[in-house]
């Protein structure tokens, strides 16, 4: 099992930044890969970048050049620096994290979701 909450949400005027963090808990020895997602006003979810195990990195087209994720030495911790925001940004971002039980079974994990709001 693997608890993952977020951090770093909040208000914030088109152009500036925020920094979300994810902390992820329990059987994280077993995490391959950890991401964050997000859910924008009557919109899918989507990707917004990834993070595997061996530190490759993907991003939505929509990021690219403006957020960044990173993660600490430990594995445990996943942040998402975003920068020149726009209100298209604004949505919910949830942290996941995918990983492998014996018998090679994938998993994946949510957080509880933290609130980007971008507005004037």
């Known amino acids: 099992q693997v608890r993952l909450v977020e951090s770093g949400g909040g208000l914030v005027q088109p152009g500036g930044s925020l920094r979300l963090s994810c902390a992820a808990s329990?059987?994280?020895?077993?995490?391959?890969?950890m991401g964050w997602y997000r859910r924008a006003p009557g919109k899918e979810r989507e990707l917004v970048a990834a993070?595997?195990?061996?530190?490759?990195?993907n991003y939505a087209d929509s990021v690219k050049g403006r957020f960044t994720i990173s993660r600490d030495n430990g594995k445990s911790t996943v942040y998402l620096q975003m920068n020149s925001l726009k209100p298209e940004d604004t949505a919910v971002y949830y942290c996941?994290?995918?990983?492998?039980?014996?018998?090679?079974?994938?998993?994946?994990?949510w957080g509880p979701g933290t609130q980007v709001t971008v507005s004037s």
């Open positions: 996941n994290a995918d990983r492998t039980v014996p018998g090679a079974i994938q998993q994946r994990y």
């Open positions: 993070i595997t195990s061996g530190g490759t990195t």
């Open positions: 329990g059987s994280i020895f077993s995490i391959n890969a």
